[in-house]
């Protein structure tokens, strides 16, 4: 598939759906409501054209669910969100699993970054700085600012792309690049959202300049590799132009910062964690930075190389990398919570729990690396010693409330100490954070009728539903 074809099947999505060429949700008729009713709230023609693109979505693509790449992703757009004024709750993020250099945001709230481009990216100010232009044309709307040229789309070469997933044997190419044309924002559009986006990022405390460096790192590599443009470019026309401005604007001071710490995220774990997962390689040295030898190993090399292999399961060589760079930094608390995970999956338990437990010594109160306090969950829950296992888990979600891995098996565990309505709340947490909203909603409906005399879990129940059928996911 040609990255003019991948580009179309993200937009035409969207506005096939605006158009109303998805099959419309059949509803129940209910009765008449009372004439003193209040009437329903309108419908966000934004917000029901994401829902729809997002279940579309669900089914063209696979979504990488990784804890740390959704975090990361996650934390930084929420932020970046706050800064601009919106509700965090009512936007999602979505990595998806392509090598194509891209990310695009959908009405309603909806903004997706494919791997491809995460892997792009030096720093955690650059994922910000795509983020926050796309969080941009959320806040301004741009999709419904020129309806005449989406409406005067064909939907029938719409639909034909859409199914094809842009197959030039199913559909023409020059077609397909007519489309993408006209789906493009307006170079005003474009501009408005950098703009916002640069102060988006400098009231969150990003580096403006993360913004500016990913464009130019982009056109470089465009440069250097002599292929088509990055997909990211082709749908933010005549960028080259606007890197002068976004310049300008970097130097600006913000209206004001937000007061909460700036979260912390070590890059370079991602950049490992997507690449040992999305490229082919046999040694760690092919996919580490350019920076780290194998000829000089450093603490780093040694750790990044292990966090390599433990991404691809290949734990007997992930082992020895981390006792090599627990030898030079002995009391570095992730390393020891990666090596604890590395002997619980080759099932040497009683290492395992050493690790896990040192990690944890080694930690500041509230500091504890979550992968060790899992590790701990899971063999206490082997055990089973359930209310330790309980704890574990728990403790998780109060560092991290949408930890899927953590909401599952607390759910499992309730289940087994006779706790069904906390073990379908946990389990449909978990299902809807898996991007499986349907199954989700039975779990919770299920609890729902548990929790009568619950008033607090029947709070958190029905926010959840809600949620669902706001958003769609």
């Known amino acids: 598939m040609t990255i003019t074809g991948k580009i179309t099947l993200i937009f035409v999505a969207a506005v ?14 209910s009765a008449d409501p009372p004439s003193d009713a209040e009437p329903p709230a309108p419908r966000d023609p934004g917000k029901e054209m994401g829902k729809q693109f997002v279940k579309e979505a669900r089914n063209q693509y696979q979504f990488i669910k990784d804890q740390e790449v959704v975090d990361a992703v996650n934390t ?28 695009f945001a959908i009405p309603g709230g909806y903004i997706f970054v494919f791997d491809g481009l995460l892997d792009k990216l030096d720093s955690e100010d650059e994922l910000a700085g795509v983020l926050a232009h796309e969080t941009g044309h959320v806040m301004h709307n741009h999709f419904f600012k020129d ?5 005067a789309l064909n939907l029938a070469t719409i639909a034909a792309i859409l199914l094809s997933r842009g197959n030039p044997a199913a559909t023409s190419i020059a077609m397909a690049t007519n489309v993408s044309a006209q789906l493009q924002f307006s170079r005003e559009n474009e501009e408005e959202a950098d703009a916002s986006g640069m102060e988006y990022l400098k009231v969150a405390g990003y580096d403006p300049n993360g913004m500016l460096n990913f464009f130019e790192a982009l056109l470089t590599y465009e440069k250097i590799n002599g292929v088509e443009i990055p997909a990211y ?20 001071p913000p209206t004001h910062k ?31 930075p350019g920076q780290l030898s194998k000829t000089a190993p450093t603490e780093r090399y040694h ?9 691809a399961d290949r734990v007997n060589e992930a082992i020895p990398e981390y006792q090599a760079a627990l030898a030079l930094a002995p009391g570095n608390t992730v390393y020891h919570a990666d090596l604890a995970t590395a002997y619980l999956k080759g099932r040497d338990i009683d290492h395992a729990r050493s690790e896990a437990q040192e990690s944890l010594r080694l930690s500041k109160p509230g500091e504890e690396p979550l992968s060790a306090l899992l590790v701990l969950g899971l063999l206490d829950e082997h055990d089973g010693q359930l209310q330790e296992a309980l704890h574990r888990y728990e403790t998780v979600l109060e560092r991290n409330p949408d930890h899927a ?12 100490t006779g706790d069904t309505l906390r073990g379908a709340y946990h389990t449909g947490r978990y299902l809807r954070l898996s991007l499986e909203p349907e199954a989700a909603l ?27 059928q706001r958003d769609g996911v």
Request: charged share 20%; proline share 5%; with cysteine.
């Open 303 to 311: 750790y990044l190389s292990g966090l390599a292999y433990l991404t």
């Open 16 to 29: 096939c759906l605006f158009l109303g060429c998805a099959t419309p949700q059949k509803h129940v008729k």
């Open 147 to 151: 309806e005449s040229k989406m409406s």
């Open 233 to 252: 470019l082709q749908t933010h026309p005549a960028l080259g132009d606007r890197i002068h401005l976004v310049e300008l604007r970097a130097s600006r």
């Open 442 to 468: 039975r779990e919770f409906t299920k609890a729902k009728s548990l929790s009568s005399s619950d008033a607090e879990m029947a709070r958190k129940i029905q926010d959840q539903i809600d949620q669902i």
């Open 405 to 416: 891995f953590a909401h599952y098996h607390l759910g499992q565990v309730y289940f087994q």
């Open 258 to 288: 937000l007061t909460t710490p700036l979260p912390v995220v070590d890059w370079g774990r991602i950049e490992i964690i997507i690449r040992a997962k999305s490229i082919p390689w046999k040694d760690p040295a092919q996919i580490l």
């Open 76 to 103: 930084t757009g929420r932020r970046l969100v706050t800064a601009a004024g919106g509700d965090p709750s009512s936007f999602h993020f979505f990595v998806v699993s392509e090598i194509v250099p891209n990310a």
